[in-house]
């Protein structure tokens, strides 16, 4: 059963197949199928439960060796140290939790949009029945609100039309037809299907249901989202494999530092040892996750302003390292509000501006201003033969219905017609509904007052036109010529090329009947027009592409709409360029995985796209190199979403099963809001840099003065205490300043980083342990000036030393470029953590009680002269550093000029 198809078989054949006929199932076969096929419902995926989520926080190797600290810190009894790095791992996995129980409720979503009852004929009677309980070959009704309960094929329609956004991507409701189709149609043509979750906007049908639960398309989602593995982000697998470096690099340099101590034989095994593990304490980065963890959680702050909320803290990072964007067309790129742009009337094209549902715009012929009464019966029409309502106010208007048909109402307003005068002045007397197959809709009215009728028609304008015996032409009817057809047609391709969605606009005078039928109403009609319409894309979307390109990230439009219209929508938002293709949905599936991956770097648009084609896409990308952000807002999207580096749903339309797999959630469905989190992105993980590779240079510089001290077999020139504070107060503060400083201008002028490049490269690992050698060696060098005399003084100076060399080294890491002018005061909270450490610092030379506990005595005039001297060599190694590690710019190619596309 599950190999048959049945779009491709006529109503009866699939009857037959299904082994059941137009009076339904008797109950004791239902109870035989529903046995064999079981509930029509999705199985509950098992879930972790809550300790077990909280218990997989601790498996990051960073967290790993922060606990392996903490208990060296309790077995030193330096229990403040322990206390704080303790807080610093409950609070990460505190986070990490709560991000994760939110997560993974796909399925849950699932069920919630299934339909809970469903009507159907069995042994010839109509009953209400649970969804659950269909069976395959149950009779099904279907009406207008309905959702439908399982994939059915449609059997009898009336003006049927089904909105299938959720599952195909198709902007405008599909209507339903009983003929069969050819095997190769693909699901968003299959109108002669019904699929289970979508909505029944209009019409009435009846439909033989063809699978259940997890047999339907929706089902096939639900077990693709459970197969699909959440994909780690680039920061989790960049941060755990920096965290087993910098392990393994801690563990060699102090195993050196304990043998050296041996070998110099100045101190017992016991006291090495202690000083060994207090130095492997003070060199592990302990403040390196609360930073990742605050710059994260300001990032995702700074996002949800800019209508972007991240689910999970790592996803904000993620968002800076795409190199490719996904998109959806409909609401995300365009605003999903028809609007009318052209029309042709009396030998005339008329431009039409405005955009979406805001009823305001002027109308235009041959660039000058053209007065809309001169094409009212037109706009009456459109207004007339129309079951939607607009409302709203200012700037915020909706369609409540058709969206097709609420943009000639948006039409009618603007030309000044008023849908309240329209209803006063005339009654309806009967509405001939659209059905697919004359595709037109008429409507009767009377005009108050008198005894008139006529009928306004609207429908497809070839259709139309054969039941059109004249035109208007001059405000005059007249009887149409051959060459006026043909001036018709070749207008309504013309649009059509344009990707507009065209209808025809006729009318007839009728005489008063009390009952109409279609052979009186829809033959000898008026022709009056051709109207063209199109949803129009976003008008900051065009800068927000370009911004794209400016920042070496490719946009790519995935969509269930006709390459057509996409590629219209593309041209009209610059996203072409010269050797770009356009692919289709059935191209994409043809093509091997080699074929694919050849041609995926050029491609822009892939339209008709089904779910499996989205992950395929994905999956391609990602074996190029390519770090994937994807939108969407349907059923359809989330396997692809959930596969994506970063998934991002829509907030407005998008359902719930796309916001549960997603990382992200779009709060206005706006594309150039994706673009302003991409900067916003790139800015934490340059904060997270700034701060990891101060603090690694000043870890660095701790353990290579220990180290030198003891090769030159110098006294320690630290205490445990001073080393055990540097690490807590003097390093961890003034970086967590760096986890705030603002973007930088030319964040969103540069090309992705490499997806394959690690945190810390290998010249950034050069210049770290260069700092490192010339931080040590100038703390020796003040260190040697004094020890000879009185070691305490020579400790107290050189532990200032190294405090100050972090000071200006924290000052000179607020920007990735060198030498860069920056405002002092606009990093507020970096200038109090320099202030609380040298405060801090002070306290403990100058404060009597404080002195012995740190093995500090007071400071001179000359020393702190030295000392400053010295330690300024941090501010000016960090800018010289960067003119080795300096961002690549993007070249003048990227912001080639916009070029027609290739069309596969």
């Known amino acids: 059963m599950a190999l048959v198809t049945f779009h491709d078989v006529s109503a009866e054949k699939a009857l037959s197949l299904l082994a059941s006929s137009r009076i339904g199932l008797s109950e004791s076969e239902v109870a035989v199928r529903l046995s064999k096929h079981g509930f029509n419902e999705l199985p509950k995926e098992k879930r972790a439960q809550p300790f077990v989520i909280f218990l997989n926080q601790f498996r990051n190797f960073l967290i790993i060796l922060l606990v392996f600290a903490t208990g060296t810190s309790l077995f030193l009894r330096e229990f403040l140290e322990a206390a704080a790095m303790s807080s610093i791992i409950l609070l990460s996995a505190i986070l990490g939790f709560i991000q994760e129980f939110r997560a993974g409720r796909a399925i849950e979503a699932l069920e919630k949009m299934s339909s809970p009852t469903a009507r159907v004929v069995r042994d010839g009677r109509e009953l209400r029945i649970a969804a659950r309980e269909l069976v395959p070959g149950d009779i099904i009704l279907l009406e207008a609100g309905d959702i439908v309960p399982a994939d059915s094929r449609v059997l009898e329609t009336v003006s049927l039309q089904i909105d299938e956004a959720a599952l195909t991507g198709e902007s405008v409701p599909s209507p339903k037809v009983t003929m069969a189709f050819k095997p190769t149609t693909t699901l968003a043509d299959q109108e002669n299907m019904a699929f289970m979750g979508t909505v029944v906007t209009y019409g009435k049908g009846r439909a033989v249901v063809t699978s259940t639960g997890m047999a339907t398309e929706f089902g096939k989602i639900a077990s693709s989202i459970q197969a699909t593995e959440e994909v780690r982000t680039p920061l989790q697998a960049k941060f755990e494999q920096m965290a087993r470096q910098i392990g393994v690099a801690v563990l060699v340099l102090v195993f050196f530092v304990f ?476 970086a967590l300043g760096l986890g705030v400083e603002p973007a930088e201008g030319d964040v969103m002028k540069r090309p992705p980083r490499n997806p394959k490049e690690k945190p810390i490269t290998g010249s950034s690992l050069l210049l770290i342990a260069l700092f490192g050698i010339v931080m040590g060696a100038g703390t020796l060098f003040i260190f040697g000036l004094y020890f000879d005399k009185n070691l305490r003084l020579a400790q107290t100076a050189a532990f200032t030393t190294l405090v100050m060399f972090e000071m200006f080294a924290v000052i000179g890491s607020r920007s990735l470029s060198p030498f860069k002018k920056l405002n002092p005061f606009t990093n507020k909270w970096l200038l109090g953590g320099v202030a609380l450490s040298v405060i801090i610092q002070l306290a403990i030379i100058y404060w009597a009680p404080l002195q012995p506990v740190f093995s500090t005595v007071p400071l001179g005039l000359s020393e702190w002269i030295k000392i400053l001297g010295i330690s300024s060599l941090g501010f000016v190694l960090m800018e010289l550093g960067k003119l080795f590690i300096a961002q690549p710019k993007v070249n003048s190619a990227g912001s080639a000029a916009p070029a027609a596309a290739q069309v596969i």
């Open 259 to 734: 043998i050296g101590g041996l070998l110099q034989g100045e101190l017992s095994v016991a006291k090495l040892f202690i000083f060994a593990l207090s130095l492997v304490v003070a060199t592990v980065p302990s403040a390196l996750p609360a930073i990742v963890t605050i710059s994260l959680a300001l990032g995702a702050k700074a996002l949800a302003a800019r209508n972007m909320i991240i689910k999970k803290l790592p996803a904000a990072e993620s968002l800076g390292a795409v190199t490719i964007i996904c998109s959806d067309k409909t609401g995300t790129i365009t605003k999903n509000q028809m609007t009318v742009t052209k029309i042709f009337t009396d030998d005339k094209i008329i431009a039409v501006s405005g955009s979406g549902y805001v009823p305001a715009g002027t109308f235009h012929f041959n660039g000058r201003e053209f007065n809309p009464k001169n094409i009212e019966l037109l706009l009456r029409i459109g207004l007339l033969c129309n079951n939607a309502k607009l409302s709203g106010s200012g700037g915020h208007w909706q369609v409540i219905g058709d969206p097709t048909e609420g943009s000639l109402i948006v039409l009618a307003m603007k030309g000044g017609l008023a849908e309240e005068k329209m209803r006063e002045d005339y009654s309806l007397v009967q509405e001939l509904p659209f059905d697919s197959d004359r595709k037109m809709m008429s409507v009767v009215y009377k005009k108050n007052g008198t005894r008139e009728a006529f009928a306004c028609v609207k429908g497809a304008p070839d259709l139309m036109l054969r039941n059109c015996d004249r035109v208007l032409k001059n405000g005059r009817v007249q009887n149409i010529t051959a060459k006026e057809r043909e001036l018709i047609l070749e207008t309504n391709e013309s649009f059509a090329g344009e990707a507009l969605r065209v209808l025809g606009v006729a009318f007839r005078e009728l005489p008063s009947l009390q009952h109409y039928d279609m052979d009186s109403v829809e033959s000898s009609l008026v022709f009056v027009g051709l109207v063209g319409m199109i949803d129009p894309p976003r008008e900051e979307v065009r800068a927000a592409v370009a911004q794209c390109r400016e920042a070496g990230i490719k946009v790519m439009v995935i969509t269930g709409d006709h390459a057509t219209t996409a590629s219209a929508i593309a041209g009209q938002i610059g996203l072409f360029q010269e050797g770009d293709v356009v692919l289709t949905g059935e191209d994409v599936e043809r093509m091997s995985e080699y074929d694919l991956s050849k041609v995926i770097g050029q491609v822009r648009i892939i339209a008709r796209a089904l779910p499996i084609q989205k992950s395929k896409v994905v999956d391609a990308l990602k074996k190029k190199g390519h770090i994937v952000a994807m939108t969407g807002d349907g059923v359809n999207d989330a396997p692809a979403l959930k596969k994506a580096d970063i998934g991002i749903a829509m907030g407005i339309n998008g359902t719930d099963v796309a916001k549960e797999v997603s990382k992200g959630i779009l709060a206005d469905d706006n594309f150039a809001t994706i673009v302003n989190a991409v900067a916003e992105g790139r800015n934490i993980y340059d904060k997270m840099i700034k701060s990891t590779r101060y603090l690694l240079s000043c870890n660095m510089g701790e353990i290579i003065t220990v180290f030198f001290a003891i090769m030159l077999r110098f006294p320690l020139p630290l205490t445990t205490l001073q080393i055990l504070l540097m690490n807590l107060v003097t390093d961890g503060v003034p």
